[in-house]
Each structure stands twice: as C-alpha cells, then as structure tokens.
C-alpha cells in the first residue's frame, strides 16, 4: 500500500465521525427550527383579544327600531335578493354581495348597472362598525343600504319607484303595515309620480323637485325603513369560529381534546408571532375581528388614470350632511345618543385614509384593498413589507424589512382566520323562496 493509501485509511474514520457530527448537528437545527417557542404569558393574553369567544354581543342599534325584529330580518332577506328593486331589474344586494363569496362579489371594482369606484367589501360582521364603507360615509347599517339602491352605477332605482314596489307585493305591504304602520296610497299620480328621487336620473330628479316637501318627506320615511329591515338582515351576518380561533382554545386551555400542535403547523405559529409582534399588524388589525374600525392610509395607489381618493376626508363631509345620518329626522336614536359624531368633532384624519377591514373573511375579499388594487395576500404582504409613499397623505405603516420566508409565514396564517358564517341557520344564506314576487297588481 502507498504511503497516501495508508493517511487516506487513517483519516476515514476521522471523516465519518465529522460527518456524523455535522448530520447531528443539522437536524439538531432542522428540530429546533420545526419546534417554535411556547407562547409567553403576555403573548398569551394578546392571542385572547383576537379570539372569536370574545367578540362581545352585538349592541342594539337605536338608530333602527326594527334591528332585532325577526319579521324585518326576513322582509330584508327577502328585499336583500330581490332584483325587483334595480332600475333594470337585474341587480340584487346580493349580485354583489354573494353568500358564497363571503358576501363579496370577487372583482377589483364593482359592476352594475355601472362601474362602482370601489371594491365591495364582506358586509360579514359589518354590523359591530360605527362606520360603513371604506370611507366610514355612513353611520349606521339602515342609512348605509339606502346608497346603492339609487346609486346610477349599482342598483339604480328610486324611492318612488320602490315605494310602489312595496305596496303593491302582498308579503312585503303586509309586513311593511305590521312593521311601520299604513302606507301612504300612491294611487294619487298628481302627487305621486311612476319615478320620483334625488340621487339619480335628471328626469326622476325633476320629478322629486315637482313633489311636496311633504310628499317627499313620506317617500323618504319609507324609504329609510327599507333600509332598516336591510340592517335587521345583515345584523345576523356573522363569522363564525376558524381553525385560528381553535388553535387559540388549545393554547389558553391546554387539556382540550385536540391538542394546539395538531391544530397549526410551524409555519402558521411563525406567521401568527410576526402578526402580533414584529410585522406590527395588531396596530390597526385588532380585536376579535382584527380591526379597529378606525381609518388609516396604507400607502394604496390608485389605478393608473385615477384620481387618488381622498377616503375618510370626504366621507366625514358626506357623512354630516346625510339627511339619513343619527342626526337626522329618519333615524329612531335621540341626537344625544349619536356617539358617532362626538367621535368626528375630535378625531384627526390622514387623507386617503380608508376603514382598516375586518381579516375574518379573506376567503371572499380578494381582490383586496379598497379599489382592489391587489389580487393575491402573497401582494398584500409585499406591499405591507415595502410600505411605498403614499400619493396623498402620508403611509403610516413603516417598511418591514422581512424576508420572503416571514412574508410566506404571514400569508399562511392569515389563510388560518378565514371561516364561513357562524349561523346555522342556512335560511340567511338564500333567498326565501316563499315571500318573493308576491305581486298582486
Ligand atoms: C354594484 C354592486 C353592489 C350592489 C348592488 C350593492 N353593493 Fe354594497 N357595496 C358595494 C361596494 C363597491 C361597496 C364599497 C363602496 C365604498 O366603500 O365606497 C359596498 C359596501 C357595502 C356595505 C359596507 C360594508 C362595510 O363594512 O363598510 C354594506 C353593509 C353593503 N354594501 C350592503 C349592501 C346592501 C344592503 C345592498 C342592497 C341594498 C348593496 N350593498 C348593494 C357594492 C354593491
Ligand atoms: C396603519 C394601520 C395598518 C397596519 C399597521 C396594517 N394594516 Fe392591514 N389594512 C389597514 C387598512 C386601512 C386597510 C385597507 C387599506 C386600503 O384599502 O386603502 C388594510 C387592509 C389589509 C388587508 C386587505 C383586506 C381586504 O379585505 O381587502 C389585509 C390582508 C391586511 N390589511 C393585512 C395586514 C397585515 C398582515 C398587516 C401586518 C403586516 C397589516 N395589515 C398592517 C390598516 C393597517
């Protein structure tokens, strides 16, 4: 044997024991990696506030007498369905927000009769906001549901025309009577014209002008009460537990039947600990539905050709001068109680800043942000990791600087939140197919 034949010999067990050490030593870390850190008491206490467990029982509503009337809530099912009550009679509540989608419709922005300018969020859970849409414009549920039924680009129709819809379908006059009391008889066309509102067409327009004050007032007051057997609706609309909610119950109680680790992988733990630490989500992602309900700009461009939308600014200007606000003569709250305003008068507001969105439904919301300027978590993650200049206004999330494996981490964990309603009750998820087109004309 050569001299070099005899160390190569010598050395190879030298080798193999340093080669066992090195493997040792790799899925020493491979293990240690796999096995995240248990949850601190204090990071334990934060995973409580996000519990579903904990989101408290819905306040009434004294804006709406009706909110918890079980009759308004199915006459508002039924309305919420119903195509009648477009101007082509086409477009639904539900076009746009569909059961399936979480009540979202899965565009940028919404399309109807026209092109909305904004994306149409999950009304899941809306209910617990002070504020409705992205811009916080209105300020209850009922006010809220009167916009897009004679808004031109969605469901284009007009209070005088919905009035007469309403009386003239046996279900909806009988429970309108029973709800609210008599309603006026529109049989007078020189008071009451085929087509009559403010919001929408010049001719319709016109016709409103030629109205009454007292005459309009009444055709107002109907209208709002469809707004409020809407709300009653869309009280019930709520998300029900997820695997996250889960996995927060096994952690908090660790004698549960299906232990934590079963419920999420590394990955999704990694995920959660950026969430409510370093990534700094729990700022304005809080609470049992991971939202403050306050606005924020998040640095969003508009689409190319776009004018920046100014958000809050202008829907705090929309909101004061709404004759269907807390304030106003169709709402049912004493204007001592409307909380809301005594909020406006004091809190500072960052142009283009929009409603930080609830996370319990991103299952329906994608494309996501208020113009649904992005398609995929995996954008909003990047989006959140560079933290661009806004246009107007100023960004108040900062840079993150995470690696992609973190931003991977974000996104799995954010898929964890998503879960359908939490109501058995399949009823609210269709229409009644027993209260609709009962016309008796
Ligand atoms: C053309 C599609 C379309 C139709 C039809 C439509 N919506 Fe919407 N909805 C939207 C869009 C878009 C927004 C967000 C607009 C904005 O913020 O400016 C929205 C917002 C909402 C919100 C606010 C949710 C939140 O968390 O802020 C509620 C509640 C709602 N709609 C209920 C209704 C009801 C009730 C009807 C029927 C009377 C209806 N919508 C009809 C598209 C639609
Ligand atoms: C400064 C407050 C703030 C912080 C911090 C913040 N968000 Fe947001 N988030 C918002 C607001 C406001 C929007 C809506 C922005 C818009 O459309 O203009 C939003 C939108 C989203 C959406 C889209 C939801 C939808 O249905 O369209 C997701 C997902 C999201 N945030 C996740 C996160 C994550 C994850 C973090 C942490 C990395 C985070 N956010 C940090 C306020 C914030």
Known sequence: MSRFGSIAAQIKP???????????????????????????????????????ANLPVLKPDPSNAVADNLHAAKFGQSLFF????????????????QPQRRFSDGLSKAVALGQSQRNTPSIVGSAYSPWL?????????????LSPLEDPAEQ????????????????????????????PDFNDTSRF??????????????????MTAADQYLLSQVFANLGKVLAAYERKLMPGPARFDEYVNAVLHEDDTVPAKELFNSQEIEGLRLFIGEAGCLQCHNGPLLSNNEFHNTGLLPFPGEVPDQG??????????????????????????????????????????????????????????????????????????????????????????????????????????????????????????????????
């Open 14 to 52: 030298i080798i193999f024991v340093v080669g066992i050490c090195f493997l040792l030593l790799l899925i020493l870390l491979w293990w240690s990696e796999s096995r995240p850190r248990p949850w601190t008491q204090a990071e334990k206490s934060i995973l409580k506030t996000l519990n579903i």
């Open 82 to 97: 119903d195509t009648r009550l477009s101007g082509n009679g086409k477009v639904a509540c539900a076009t746009c927000h």
């Open 133 to 145: 849409y992205w811009d916080g414009r209105k300020d209850s549920q009922w006010s809220q549901a």
């Open 156 to 183: 284009g129709s007009n209070r005088m025309y919905l009035a007469r819809l309403i009386s003239n379908d046996s279900f909806y006059a009988k429970t309108y009577v029973e709800l609210f009391g008599e309603l």
């Open 193 to 210: 014209p085929e087509n009559a509102g403010p919001m929408s067409y010049p001719l319709w327009n016109q016709a409103w002008l030629n």
């Open 312 to 441: 809050r600014s202008k829907g705090v200007e929309i909101l004061k001068n709404d004759p269907f606000n807390c304030l106003g003569p169709f709402s049912d709250e004493m204007s001592h109680q409307c909380q809301e305003f005594t909020y406006m008068r004091t809190g500072s507001v960052v142009l283009g800043s929009m409603r930080t969105p609830s996370l319990r439904n991103l299952g329906g919301t994608a494309p996501y942000m208020h113009k649904g300027q992005l398609s995929t978590l995996a954008q909003v993650m990047e989006h959140y990791n560079a933290a661009p200049l806004a246009l107007i206004g100023h960004n108040e999330a900062k840079p993150l600087g995470l690696s992609k494996k973190q931003l991977g981490q974000l996104e799995l964990f954010l898929n964890t939140l998503d879960a359908p309603l939490s109501t058995a009750d399949e009823w609210l998820l269709k229409p009644d197919s027993s209260t609709l087109g009962n016309v008796t004309e």
